[in-house]
């Protein structure tokens, strides 16, 4: 192994995701805490935070010296029938959703991840899932929703739906290893990535973690994205007690994303995310800055990945609908046998399908990435499957790459300010100005969107 790091070299790179890995292997020496940002990263003894390591250099989902997804799929999924660039080692792919039971009503899309984890305990092939539920009280811990391990149907079922909020694995892991069973773990791509890493290295997480369940991921948000629910719906962030990303209703296409709080004394209040100054979610509010060195998309190295069919008719489809990549063979069966039985409806698409679902995605993780490794940067380099390239993408998508990435940047700051002097308006304000060049350059929407089309940015 070349050059050793440490947790700090990762942090200070801005590559920390905070997945928690490192916290766990260090525990109890270290813990994870959410920052001034808002977002997890890793602290405890400053020796700990400090120390260069050849156990964190190979386990640290953002490390350029671990391995990087290929090389994991290629170890754990050799025999698969397809070998994609988009979607990686897989076996089948399909679209659809859960047709037993209300799991596709309870999901954010088709309710495929909470079947599949019910599917597991179910057959006796795990004791527990580790996923992301609601806190029960936030305004105690501070935070929304945590890791926990789900033992019954009843536990992994509270679990559905998707938590665009920091979330860390220090804890569920540290359970791992103190309580002996077969365990799956549920996580977004770079999180599924860390479990794998650390499978590789530790014999006791190989053999205890035996499925692994990936979300697709468009870019991780801070704890704030919800404190500017708040401040846009006029309620105090105080008196939350529940947080709804996306509320289902079957009479809407699944597309229009509506944000719901419930606040303490039972009060319920909405809004759809379009009418929030950063509820675009193409560009990149209170994204997590490691996102903008992400490659996986689908979550790669995972058994089975789960998103959502994002093309019509499916979109407009308000009950929700699912797009799924298996790789492991125990999975495959699983889902065949399901499928057969009518308790799943999936129909089999091609990896083309799928990669359509996330084109938007896939060009920030695939031309994007290419793009932003050419910009000059401080710390640890990250090593990526794209090679830098500042030539195929035209002059438009140039700029809307180099809007994202300054929305994202610009955005923790802007917010932290306005929270620390008590000005919601402040940050409100910055995120409309900001949307609203995001969106003429990317739409040519409005006043902005037409006189960017007036200078010709479209020339190549
Ligand atoms: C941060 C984030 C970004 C995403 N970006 C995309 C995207 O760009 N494109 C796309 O198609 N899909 C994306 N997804 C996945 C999508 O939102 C759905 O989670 C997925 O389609 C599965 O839906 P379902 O109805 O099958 O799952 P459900 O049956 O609703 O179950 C969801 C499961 O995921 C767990 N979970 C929820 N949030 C998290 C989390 N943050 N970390 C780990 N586990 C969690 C829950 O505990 C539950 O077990 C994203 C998800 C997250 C969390």
């Known amino acids: ?69 290929d090389e994991l799929a290629a170890r754990l999924y050799p025999d ?38 019910r599917e597991l305990l179910k057959k006796g092939l795990i004791d527990g899932v580790a996923h992301v539920v609601a806190v029960k009280d936030p305004q105690e811990g501070g935070r929304f929703f945590q890791y926990r391990i789900s033992r019954t149907e009843e536990e992994v079922r509270e679990g559905a739906k998707s938590r665009y909020y920091p979330v860390d694995l220090c804890e569920v892991l540290s359970l ?3 309580v002996p069973g077969r365990y799956a773990v549920v996580g977004i791509p770079c999180f599924i990535k860390a479990v794998q890493l650390l499978r590789q290295q530790d014999p006791l997480f190989r053999e205890r973690i035996c499925f692994t369940l990936g979300l ?37 296409p699944a597309n229009w994303y509506n944000a719901r709080l419930t606040l303490r004394n039972g009060q319920v209040v909405n809004k759809d995310w379009w009418h929030l100054s950063d509820g675009d979610w193409g560009a990149g509010f209170f994204m997590n800055a490691a996102c903008n060195f992400c490659d996986d998309v689908v979550a790669e190295t995972a058994d089975i990945s789960f998103g959502d069919a994002w093309v019509e008719p499916y979109s407009s489809d308000g009950k929700g609908t699912n797009v799924v ?35 938007a995605g896939f060009r920030q993780r695939r031309e994007g990435l290419a793009y932003r490794l050419t910009w000059w940067r401080k710390g640890v380099q990250p090593r990526k499957r794209v090679a830098p390239d ?65 200078l010709g940015a479209e020339r190549e």
């Not at 001034?36 to 953002?62: D, I, M, N, Q, V």
């Not at 988009?86 to 037993?100: I, K, N, P, R, S």
Request: some cysteine; hydrophobic content about 40%.
């Open 325 to 359: 990549v298996v790789r492991s063979p125990v999975v495959e069966k699983l889902v065949a046998d399901a499928i057969e039985e009518k308790r799943l409806q999936l129909d089999q698409v091609d990896a083309r399908f799928v990669e359509q679902t996330q084109a």
């Open 80 to 117: 698969t029938s397809y070998r994609d660039a988009a979607l990686g080692h897989f076996q089948t792919a399909y679209v659809g959703y859960a047709a037993e039971d209300d799991f596709r009503l309870q999901g954010s899309s088709g309710g495929m991840v909470s079947w599949v984890a």
């Open 176 to 178: 791992i290893r103190e």
């Open 390 to 454: 500042q030539h195929t993408p035209i002059t438009r998508r140039k700029l809307i790459y180099r809007m994202r990435y300054q929305i994202s940047a610009w955005c923790h700051p802007v917010f932290r300010l306005a929270r620390r002097i008590k000005a919601p308006r402040l940050y409100i304000r910055w995120a409309h100005l900001s949307l609203a060049l995001y969106q003429g350059l990317a739409y040519h929407r409005g006043r902005i969107g037409a006189f960017i089309k007036r």
């Open 216 to 252: 697709f991921c468009g870019h991780m948000k801070s704890a704030r994205f919800v404190e500017s629910f708040a401040w846009q719906m006029k309620v105090p962030v105080s008196e939350i007690r529940q947080v709804e990303f996306r509320h289902k209703d079957p009479d809407r």
């Open 1 to 69: 192994m070349s050059k050793l790091l440490s947790p700090r070299d990762i942090v200070h790179s801005h590559l920390c995701i905070g997945c928690g890995s490192c916290a766990a292997q260090a525990a109890p020496e270290a813990r994870m805490e959410l920052d001034a940002y808002g977002e997890l990263k890793p602290a405890g003894k400053t020796s700990w935070f400090h120390h260069r390591s050849e156990k964190f250099t190979a386990t640290c989902p953002f490390s350029p010296q671990a391995l990087n997804e």
